[in-house]
């Protein structure tokens, strides 16, 4: 029987895939829908004695949006548990949407007015640590940022709500920052020295207006002594002138 010799190096290199391929197999494993579909029950039922029947008759298909941005909803399953469906903004029209199950403070009261109350939502609704929690958020801890587990979905419900609110502010901004530089620039130009040219122009638009007769309402009534007066300087000034009369 002939035995192959194989060097060093490599049987080095074989140990080493061999141990790459176990390793696969290994997440190949963990990534199983049934695994995850196991580690997502297991999660959920865990939070379950921290949540009331009326509780969650008031949570059940509520959407919240939490300080972050982040759209929550909140259902039951058919075993009765509660869970919350996540949407993050990932910015454009992608987020990424995920299910973790829910934390209630039990001292914190939760009423149908309280849970619809948008100022209420932002202060005590918060996702940390792939849970959401309905607590205040000084009572949380630093817990650090875990990797949250979703599926990257297109959402363009959750952006159109709030981009198109920011575009009418930048335009109302801008609306009125033009409106300004426009009365700044009329009164600049009613404050300073009309110019030669401006000055003719505004002349030759003055002497080309039709006069009109004053009528006998602007000028009075009839003055007869005044009219005569008027007759007589201007039959004097055209005796004066002509060196003769003109009276018929």
């Not at 990534?31 to 029947?53: A, D, G, M, W």
């Not at 009326?54 to 509520?62: G, P, V």
């Not at 009765?80 to 973790?100: C, D, F, S």
């Not at 875990?146 to 009418?168: A, C, D, F, Y």
Request: neutral net charge; glycine residues 6%.
């Amino acid at each position: 029987m002939v035995y192959l010799q194989f060097s060093k190096s490599q049987r080095l290199i074989a140990r080493l895939l061999l141990i790459v391929y176990l390793l696969e197999s290994c997440q190949i494993f963990n990534n199983s829908p049934v695994l995850q579909s196991y580690k997502q029950e297991h999660r959920l039922s865990i939070t379950n004695s921290f949540i009331s029947k009326e509780t969650a008759n008031l949570l059940e298909d509520h959407i919240v949006i939490t300080k972050q941005g982040e759209q929550i909803k909140f259902k039951k399953t058919a075993n009765g548990a509660m869970q919350a469906t996540v949407i993050e903004n990932l910015g454009g029209t992608l987020g990424r949407a995920y299910i973790l199950p829910i934390y209630i403070d039990p001292a914190l009261r939760i009423t149908e007015t309280t849970i619809k109350n948008k100022g209420w939502q932002t202060q005590f609704i918060h996702v940390i640590d792939n849970r959401v929690h309905i607590a205040q958020i000084g009572l949380l801890g630093g817990g650090k940022e875990k990797e949250k587990e979703g599926t990257v979905i297109h959402v363009t419900s959750t952006t159109s709500s709030q981009k198109p609110l920011k575009r009418n502010r930048a335009d109302k901004g801008k609306e009125i920052t033009e409106k300004s530089k426009r009365r700044k620039l009329q009164e600049e130009d009613s404050e300073r020295e009309p110019t030669e040219e401006e000055k003719r122009v505004f002349q030759l638009g003055e002497s080309m207006k039709i006069k009109e007769e004053p009528t006998e309402k602007e000028t009075g009534p009839m003055d007869l002594e005044a009219i005569t007066a008027n007759v007589d300087a201007q039959y004097q000034y055209e005796q004066d002138f002509y060196g003769k009369s003109n009276l018929i």
